[in-house]
């Protein structure tokens, strides 16, 4: 009996099952005559009608956002002022979370007495991305008052993780004042608060003492020892 060889028997199909699969692909990549080519883009023609018919989509609105946020910059004061006015309308009726994150971001740094009040009301929001985007803003704004915020969305807040952003939030803006919370989440009965607050407490005292969290516990019992320029009791106070 003949038998094919090593070489005819490699060249039968059955011997290549993938073979229909290769040649499926071939043929879309070529442009069959008889099967139009799938296109994952749209032209520009396409993306105008259907924001006409629909609206911008979530996509599009932030992107928008942040264009409109660095024009805003440009414009001065002035400008600065119209894009929080714009932000705090938009804002309350805006249904999609991840629009109203990008629009926090948006006027995280933006210095009017408008875009403040933007950020304390989006501590407040029941989505807890958002809060948690709240927190990112203020973080950037920096200062007492934001401390302020943070540590209060840490004490009060139900999510664990908008919790945690808030202690991250903390250590970034690397004030002191922050020392009193941090402290006290040390004494959290959940690890991962524990861990968030000592990397945090590295970021504000600028010391690395490992991650044991009772090492921790000395240090911000006496930070500065009895030379301190301020005591953990009285910017305690002063923060509640």
Excluded at 6 to 17: E, F, V
Excluded at 34 to 61: C, F, I, L, M
Excluded at 93 to 122: F, Q, S, W, Y
Aim: aromatic share 6%; proline share 5%; glycine share 4%.
């Amino acid at each position: 009996m003949n038998r094919p060889s090593p070489a005819a028997s490699a060249c039968h199909p059955a011997a290549r099952p993938w073979l229909p699969l290769v040649a499926c692909l071939a043929c879309c990549l070529a442009g069959c005559a008889t099967w139009a080519p799938w296109a994952p883009w749209k032209s520009q023609e396409q993306v105008a009608k259907e924001r006409q018919q629909y609206g911008a989509t979530a996509d599009q609105r932030i992107k928008e956002l942040a264009e409109k946020s660095e024009a805003a910059k440009q414009a001065g004061a002035a400008g600065q002022e119209r894009f929080a006015e714009e932000i705090a309308a938009a804002m309350v009726a805006e249904h999609d979370a991840r629009v109203r994150c990008a629009m926090l971001d948006a006027v995280a740094e933006n210095p009017t007495a408008l875009a403040v009040a933007i950020c304390k009301g989006a501590m407040q929001d029941p989505d807890p991305r958002v809060r948690m985007a709240a927190c990112s803003a203020w973080a950037k704004r920096g200062g007492e008052e934001a401390v302020q915020m943070l540590a209060a969305r840490y004490q009060t807040d139900t999510e664990l993780d908008v919790r945690l952003r808030a202690l991250r939030c903390l250590g970034e803006i690397g004030d002191s004042k922050a020392v009193p919370v941090l402290a006290k989440a040390l004494e959290d009965s959940d690890p991962a608060v524990q861990y968030r607050a000592v990397a945090a407490l590295k970021k504000v005292s600028g010391r690395d003492l490992g991650d044991d969290v009772n090492k921790w516990r000395e240090w911000a019992a006496d930070p500065e020892g009895s030379a301190a320029d301020w005591s953990i009791a009285e910017t305690f106070r002063k923060l509640f």
